[in-house]
């Protein structure tokens, strides 16, 4: 049994192996659903090595999204970090804590689950993570929300400061991608407003119950201090609204075969790319978002001068 070092004591867990997993589940008349993307992980050895990439502490406070049966939430809790999960499925959120006591008893206190959907979260209904204090996210995420899920929590929680994903391998390629990559798209250059993303790891499909029929990645991000890119600072705080700015990336992503002139037209006067210093035959795929940043505030600037007109 692995023992992992904390400030205060050494804590040996109880991880989850497929018959564990599927014993809880029997026990709970459990089956994982498609309807909310469910694949168990039931290989105590990807869980830690997710949590060794995210480098969790006894001091950090840690949510995780999607826990399931709990596999990666003792993990998490074997560090003694503190934790908040959120579970959309009412079953096995009630099942959760009981596992919690069955295999790590002495981490009951330093735990709990809300059962909620994670796309309507907010600081007002989560309040574990309503302060100053900065916490991380640690999770498996269900494959066809897990774009919205990241951005939704980078909008609403202004101290989330990083996080450590499981994701389809695809999600994770598009996440960590760059300007002019044919992968590089809306969710690689929203998700570059907040800070960076770089893929940490692959994840086979034998450590999954029932076993998903793609591969699986790790995505480690981290939170510009500011908490946006710093080409969004001003005086006053973000220069460029990030609504425009992702108003934007929408416009020009929706046609990407189309020249930023051509999507743009509705959304940007031809004067403003030059004030950008864009060229606007360009396509929005080759752009940073800096440069969306750069067309935004020459947009704010010349509504600035007609209202000042």
Do not use: C
């Not at 934790?83 to 330093?110: K, Q, Y």
């Not at 020009?252 to 075969?257: I, T």
């Amino acid at each position: 049994m692995t023992e992992y070092a904390t400030n205060n004591a050494t804590m040996q867990g109880h991880l989850l192996g497929a018959a564990d997993i599927r014993r809880i589940a029997d026990e709970a008349g459990i089956s994982p659903t498609k309807k909310f993307g469910q694949n168990f992980v039931i290989d105590p050895g990807t869980v830690r090595r997710i949590v060794r990439e995210a480098a969790v502490t006894a001091d950090d406070h840690v949510l995780e999204v999607g826990p399931g049966l709990g596999s990666l939430t003792l993990a998490i809790l074997e560090t003694g970090a503190s934790m908040t999960a959120v579970e959309i499925d009412p079953s096995l959120a009630e099942r959760l804590p009981n596992t919690i006591a069955e295999f790590m008893p002495d981490a009951v206190e330093r735990f709990r689950v809300v059962n909620r959907d994670a796309l309507t979260v907010s600081p007002e209904n989560l309040p574990d993570f309503s302060g100053d204090e900065a916490f991380t996210l640690v999770a498996n995420l269900p494959y066809n929300v897990a774009t919205p899920i990241l951005l939704t929590l980078l909008e609403r929680f202004d101290n989330l400061r990083s996080f450590l994903v499981m994701v389809q391998k695809e999600v994770a390629d598009r996440l960590a991608a760059n300007p002019g990559s044919k992968i590089y798209g809306t969710p690689s250059v929203k998700l570059a407003w907040y800070g960076t993303a770089e893929r940490a790891g692959v994840i086979g499909r034998n450590v999954f119950w029932p076993a998903p029929n793609v591969d699986s990645a790790l995505v480690l991000f981290k939170r510009y201090e500011g908490g946006h890119t710093p080409a969004a600072d001003g005086a006053g705080g973000p220069a460029a609204r990030r609504e425009t700015v992702f108003r934007l990336i929408d416009a020009a992503f929706g046609q990407r075969r189309k020249t930023l002139h051509a999507a743009l037209k509705k959304l940007v006067p031809d004067e403003v790319f030059g004030m950008a210093g864009i060229d606007p035959t360009r396509r929005g795929e080759t752009l940073t978002i800096d440069e969306f940043v750069a067309l935004t505030r020459a947009l704010d600037s010349l509504d600035g001068e007609a209202n000042a007109a």
